[in-house]
């Protein structure tokens, strides 16, 4: 029988890189994405560049969270980076994917029932919302290049 901690990574893994109920997994909306779709915004939304390394910036957060990190905050650079370097926003991308599942499967299970520090939630509920925020951005990406008729 799984653990709850093997549940959240199974469906960390499905809903980043294949197999989601709802749809396309966040891998398969960055394959339809090629350098020249970094700058694409909606409005004046965030580019579709920034929001992957948003995603990634909150990814890592996570990450330090579960690795004990208890004074570890994003700053306001953190959180929406403008850096453009499109190879290097894909590769951090993936590379927190890997180190997500890795510090998960070092995670007991009893860890889901504890409070976050410093924060008003447990970590069962920042590891459910890390999927959350991952499908709502990649949402937000495909919107984006829906509306300029990229897709």
């Known amino acids: ?17 294949k ?10 909306v960055l394959a339809k994405l090629k350098p020249g779709h ?11 560049e920034e929001l992957i390394r948003h995603m990634t910036a909150w990814r890592n957060y996570v990450i330090r969270k579960l690795q ?7 700053t306001d650079d953190d959180n929406f ?5 499109w190879d290097e926003a894909i590769r951090l991308l993936e590379e927190s994917q890997q180190n997500l ?7 007991p299970d009893d860890l889901l029932q504890q409070k976050v ?5 447990k ?15 990649t949402g937000q990406i495909m919107m984006i290049l829906k509306g300029n008729g990229q897709v």
Not at 1 to 17: P, R
């Open 123 to 137: 970590y069962f509920t920042m590891l459910h919302g890390i999927i959350h925020h991952d499908l709502y951005h």
């Open 38 to 48: 970094a700058g694409l915004r909606a409005g004046n939304s965030h580019s579709i």
């Open 117 to 121: 520090p410093g924060r008003p939630f």
């Open 81 to 85: 980076p403008t850096r453009k370097n």
């Open 19 to 28: 197999n989601a109920w709802h749809g396309p997994a966040v891998k398969e």
């Open 101 to 107: 599942i890795t510090a998960l499967q070092q995670a």
């Open 68 to 74: 004990g990190d208890e004074t570890f905050e994003l």
């Open 1 to 17: 029988m799984k653990t709850e901690v093997q549940k959240i990574i199974d469906i960390l893994s499905h809903t980043y890189e």
